[in-house]
């Protein structure tokens, strides 16, 4: 008797749409992934990308970035109908959106000297809130977002080579990120958590040139009541909600301590929050947002 096998549905590269507003970094973005290995493509008009991907996989790639942004204007439009086709095919892109506040891409432009895709003849801010209104779906629908505001150009390359450096994607990537309130809460984090509970060392003068990386300020703040208590109980929240954010799909999670000025007690506390996770097995990486602003 003869049996016909149902052809195996092919192996689809692992595909990254970045995308986001002008001049919140997506091409630096873009250069860190083609960096870190990846088959990055920029600028593709969204309805080849059904074929991009094809191409990728018979050529053999298992990692695809592509940029997708409203320089393609009426093409952009065209992206809803063509992620059903993905889906419909059984392939899932994740969605990498890039943004900064209005004040940040105005200093970015103006120092560039580039005219925003949407700008026309307008001023610089019509050209921001019509891409902002352009890209709203695709911002709600995104796997990661990040703000670029208080980044420099280094540090959102740390951050992408922490996400998508590994090949593995069914793990979880946790970076921590200390920041200082008085610059503003990070609007990218999905845990916030306020370590101004503890005492200061900014008010100790041989702790106060110092910072949460040195021996000194890290005994300090670490030895206070509550300290230990508190990274205990992070600890112990990671474990809890880890299998779950796995279950939803969820493969990197930003937690974001702060302090006033993000020099001291936020940058022990991450560190040291960090070695505790490392020790568990978990990949982890740390960014100090606002040290050296001081």
Known sequence: MNQTLAPSLPKHPRTVIITG??????????????????????????SMLPQLIGTANNSGFTRLAVGLDVRSRDMFEQLPMVFTQLEADGISPEIVFLEASDEVIVRRQESSRRRLPLQGDGRLMEG???????LSDLRASADMVIDTSNLNVHQLTARVAHIYGGDVADTLRVQVMSFGF???????????????????????????PQTGLSKEVSNYVLEQPGAEEFLTTLDHLFEVVTPG???EGKRQVTLAIGCTGGKHR???????????????????????RDLGLE
Not at 21 to 46: I, K, Q, Y
Not at 185 to 202: E, I, K, T
Request: glycine share 6%; aromatic share 6%.
């Open 21 to 46: 507003l002008s001049g919140a970094g997506r091409r630096t973005c873009a250069h860190a992934m083609e960096d870190l290995g990846w088959f990055v493509v920029d600028n593709l008009p969204p």
């Open 128 to 134: 921001i809130i019509k891409e902002r209104r352009m």
């Open 182 to 208: 008085k610059n503003g809460v990070p609007l990218d984090a999905d845990l916030v958590f306020d370590v101004r509970f503890l005492p200061n060392p900014h008010w100790i003068p041989e702790l106060r």
């Open 245 to 247: 954010y796995l279950r």
């Open 266 to 288: 936020s940058t022990a506390i991450s560190e040291a929050l960090a070695g505790r996770l490392r020790h568990r097995g978990m990949q982890v990486s740390v960014l100090h």
